[in-house]
């Protein structure tokens, strides 16, 4: 018997080359469907991409936006096609974007995730464009401004602002007899009321907090520790700034856990422990405005106090979002930069406040008569308004993710009750310590 | 050569008395039931409304059917549309990997080649390389090929896989050369013994291909995520996502689109299921 293994007659290989060839052929088909554009028409418009990541009400408000924008600017088209991402994953999205050269015009980012975003030289220097805008620089909230600051630059226009203040249920303190917060109480008489609304007899909680590590988990415990003293970062640089009283705040949580009176939620975005608090089974729950009109919704009888405080002084913390323009060259850059302009106006951020459920970016827009209406027909907005006087916000630190996540850690292992807080922080400081030493 | 019978049959034929109750079953049922239990919670959320998901303590029954979840995906004008590009990448991807893993399998099983046990290991060893560690290379060759935000980035990755390839020259190698002899000294080529003889007694191997690609490509979400940019070109996991915003999920929507996403995945399996299981467990022969 013979034949030759391993060699294909001439028919076969054409026919195999043939099959080959069409296969690489069909993705270069595609590839000639899309022509490399700068972003600038046959026509002179100006097309910008517009990844928002916002998903329901808040996708159908930025919509409405864009298309209004797009009626009134005949030279630019924004296309918000959402980016094909939700904001959650957003900073996953850019970063890969950025490492492949294919980026939007704006992105949607955290005010936490712009540190990292910032690093890339593709992002716009916006200093000029906020301070010198048609929106006056100063009219926006303290926290607004910095949270878009690196190094004394402006890296980003603000997007979305919000605060956090502590919302209860009026109907469940009546009925256990005890008498509601008020602005200026302390965190010995959060835990206190918490204990005293606590009856596991009917799987009523004082109070819930986010068991998951993550950032959501992590940004309540900052009032407490700026109260305090401590910071995030240390003067230096070289540490974090929170040792002695990271300890202190993560014993009122141990407090909280000894007590019984603290609902430890395990899934990400609090979203159990906000329907706890929805069906009548927690007193008290900490949080911003977006969650009202789910509250009102529910009917619950509720009103808003400040967070409380260790020494009496009013303090909490604020989480802006961004708008990061990214560098598609000049004509792109300046219709982008022109959108989000356009988008911080009173007018408009009004609008985008009301639908998403979040603050008003400045004092410009908190004194326009629409945004005062829905204020006083929304039962405890203003606490939030008025808290961002004394708000503050994260540092935007290159670092400042891995410091969350070994202070996320911490928190965790007290509300499990696995760690003493001392121990939870030392072994959160050597970690963070460890990013911070990291040259960037 | 000895005359083989050859059979792709299971191992239950048919006229064999009914199964009897071993002490087994009495392990592997509740076994079963615990793996199964997820899926009962997908399905009975699915019915029921937010408020029933997310009280507290958990329901476990509905109250009643309410098929709002169902009203609000399949009324969210995109999801059909969602829902036929993940089944036109999935099948593009499963019949691709049918075609392309077996021609590279029965290479690698059947030819010797200078260099060939080397592009074996070399081709082995991507199968250790995380993808987040090639995601931005493959995101640079789809841009280069133009691809980037079309379905066309989500197939030509996934066109051919190493596993695939392995798998069908492990299977290839588990069949008797005489039978391809045979075949050679009748005067047939290559590629017609390869799809007239090995391809039909390859059917555990093919359906196993068929069943992981399918899963693969139908349930990811990473690439997709980084892939594409517009709800047009969105898959059904892509499209899932959605239902859950920074602050606020419909989990009745959410549950309801993963029964929806999670029956074609279901169908697959069970129409492949004996073939699969039969590769994993016979070599296709009786000597």
């Known amino acids: 018997m013979t034949r030759t293994r391993g060699v294909l007659c001439p028919v076969e290989r054409r026919g195999l080359l043939k099959g080959a060839a069409a296969i690489a052929a069909a993705p270069l088909l595609g590839a000639c469907s899309q022509g490399a554009s700068d972003g600038v028409g046959a026509d002179g418009k100006v097309t910008v991409e517009l990844w928002h990541g916002q998903v329901d009400i808040a996708k159908d408000a930025i919509q409405a936006l864009v298309t209004e924008f797009n009626r009134t600017h005949p030279r630019i088209r924004v296309d918000a096609g959402g980016g094909g991402v939700v904001s959650d994953a957003m900073l996953q999205k850019v970063t890969a974007a950025l490492a492949a050269g294919s980026y939007p015009d704006i992105a949607y980012v955290f005010g936490s995730d712009l540190a990292s975003i910032a690093r890339s030289p593709r992002v716009v220097d ?28 402006v890296r980003a226009a603000p997007a979305l602002l919000d605060s956090l203040a502590v919302v209860y249920n009026r109907k469940l303190f009546r009925q256990a007899g005890v008498p509601f917060p008020e602005a200026g109480w302390t965190w010995e008489e959060f835990t206190d009321t918490a204990r005293k609304l606590t009856d596991s007899g009917r799987g009523v909680f004082g109070t819930g907090w986010p068991g998951t590590g993550d950032e959501d988990t992590v940004w309540r415990l900052w009032p407490m520790i700026w109260d305090l003293g401590g910071d995030v970062v240390s003067d230096d640089g070289r540490s974090i700034g929170f040792a002695g009283q990271g300890v202190r705040a993560l014993d009122t949580l141990r407090r909280l856990v000894e007590d019984k009176s603290v609902y430890v939620d395990p899934k990400p975005g609090g979203e159990q422990m906000y329907q706890v608090f929805l069906g009548g089974r927690m007193a008290m729950v900490a949080t911003g405005p977006w969650q009202l009109p789910d509250i009102m919704d529910a009917e619950v009888d509720y009103d808003v106090v400040p967070l409380p405080s260790y020494t009496g002084r009013p303090v909490t913390i604020s989480g802006p979002d961004t708008w990061t323009v990214f560098d598609n060259g000049s004509a792109r850059s300046r219709a982008a930069v022109e959108f989000v302009q356009w988008m911080m106006r009173p007018e408009q951020d009004a609008r985008w406040d009301i639908r998403a459920g979040s603050l008003p970016l400045g004092s410009a827009t908190e004194r326009r008569p629409r945004w005062r209406k829905h204020s006083q027909e929304t039962t405890g907005l203003a606490v939030f308004t008025d808290a961002l006087d004394s708000a503050r916000v994260r540092p935007v630190h290159a670092a400042y993710p891995q410091i969350s996540q070994a202070l996320g850690e911490a928190i965790v292992s007290v509300l499990l009750g696995r760690d003493s807080p001392d121990k939870a922080l030392r072994r959160c400081a050597d970690k963070a310590d460890a990013a911070l030493l990291i040259p960037r | ?21 071993s002490p087994w079953h009495l392990l592997l049922a509740p076994l079963a039931l615990a793996f199964a239990l997820p899926l009962v919670w997908l ?66 099983a059947r030819m010797r080649f200078a260099g060939s046990r080397v592009l074996l290991g070399l081709m082995l060893a991507t199968m250790v390389i995380p993808f987040q560690l090639t995601m931005i290379p493959t995101f640079l060759v789809m841009k280069w090929l133009g691809l980037i935000d079309t379905l066309g980035a989500l197939i030509v990755p996934s066109l051919v896989t190493p596993f695939a390839v392995f798998l069908f020259r492990q299977f290839f190698l588990t069949l008797p050369r005489e039978i391809e002899e045979a075949a050679w000294i009748d005067g047939c080529s290559r590629l017609r013994v390869l799809f007239s003889i090995v391809m039909p007694l390859a059917r555990p191997a093919l359906a196993t291909v068929a069943v992981l690609t399918f899963l693969t490509t139908w349930n990811d979400l990473s690439w997709p995520l980084i892939a594409i940019n517009h709800d047009t070109q969105y898959t059904l996991q892509l499209g899932l996502t959605t239902f859950q915003g920074q602050h606020h999920a419909r989990w009745s929507a959410v549950m309801a689109g993963n029964v929806i996403t999670v029956l074609p995945v279901l169908v697959a399996f069970l129409l492949a299921q004996k073939t699969f299981v039969q590769s994993l467990t016979s070599s296709g022969l009786k000597g």
């Open chain 2, 1 to 21: 050569m000895n005359a083989l019978k050859v059979s792709a049959r299971g191992t239950s034929p048919r006229g064999a008395s009914p199964r009897r109750v």
């Open chain 2, 43 to 108: 399905l009975l959320s699915s019915v029921m409304t937010n408020a029933e998901i997310n009280r507290f303590p958990p329901a476990l029954w509905p109250d009643g059917i309410d098929l709002g979840g169902y009203r609000y995906v399949l009324g969210n004008a995109m999801f059909p549309r969602w829902f036929a590009n993940s089944l036109i990448v999935a099948s593009v991807a499963v019949v691709s990997n049918l075609l392309l893993g077996s021609l590279g399998g029965y290479a690698f």
């Open chain 1, 126 to 153: 916006l200093t000029d464009a906020m301070r010198g805008g048609p929106t006056a620089w100063n009219s926006f909230w303290a926290p607004v401004r910095e949270a878009v600051t690196v190094n004394g630059k």
